[in-house]
């Protein structure tokens, strides 16, 4: 259990800091960010605290859907939020285009290896994965559909508030997913003996007859 919170709070704190860096090239970001920033425009409040809000407001969401946290979700909402402003504080923002484009390059990659550690700490869900499974094991409808169906809702709401959405919020849609499948099992072992099982499993002779 040491060994593995030590494993999530870094990549928590880490998940914030990437988070900072596609804030400040200001060409996108992902739509819950996309959320948090309309809400902060409005609110006047910093966007880590406000990640920290939203975050806290979907877990309350999760009582109705059965679903319960781990200590990962609490430090989830505990962590992310500051990781975020610690980014803030640190990093200038860019000017030029290509130095923009570089600063999500670099956040999406770091959020990818973020997600790594701290997904395969396997201590609970971030609150918005865990209502995304809450809404399929309640309901019974396909993951990708909740998700979806959430995403958009507050990508729309936070567009609507000014929220930044732009060329990143869709390279980040289509891009986190694939960058994830690689770091997930560089971070724990059972995603590469899943990996490996089903690469054994696919070079298996099909049964003849």
């Known amino acids: 259990m040491t060994r593995r919170i030590a494993q999530l709070i870094p990549g928590l704190l880490l998940y914030g800091v ?5 804030i400040r090239a200001a060409i996108g970001v992902d739509p819950w960010t996309v959320f948090a920033q309309g809400m902060s425009l409005h609110t006047g409040f910093g966007i880590g605290i406000l990640t920290n809000i939203i975050g806290l407001a979907v877990l309350l969401l999760w009582w109705p859907l059965r679903q319960k946290p781990g200590i990962g979700t609490i430090l989830n909402i505990l962590l992310v939020g500051p990781g975020i402003e610690l980014g803030l504080w640190l990093l200038p923002a860019p000017e030029a285009l290509w130095l923009r484009v570089l600063y999500f390059t670099i956040g999406l990659v770091l959020l990818a290896v973020a997600s790594g550690i701290y997904i ?6 971030g609150p918005r994965d865990g209502l995304m499974t809450g809404i399929h094991l309640r309901f019974g409808t396909p993951i990708w559909i909740g998700r979806t ?3 958009l809702t507050v990508l729309l709401v936070g567009w609507l ?15 986190i997913g694939p960058l994830c499948s690689v770091t997930l099992p560089l971070f724990d072992r059972r995603w590469r003996n899943d ?4 690469g054994q499993a696919t070079e298996q002779p099909l049964p003849v007859g």
């Open 195 to 198: 990996a490996r099982d089903a």
């Open 161 to 175: 508030l000014g929220g930044n959405v732009g060329f990143g919020t869709l390279a980040f849609a289509l891009l």
């Open 149 to 151: 169906g959430v995403e």
């Open 120 to 125: 395969g700490a396997r201590l609970g869900p």
């Open 18 to 22: 990437a988070d900072a860096f596609m």
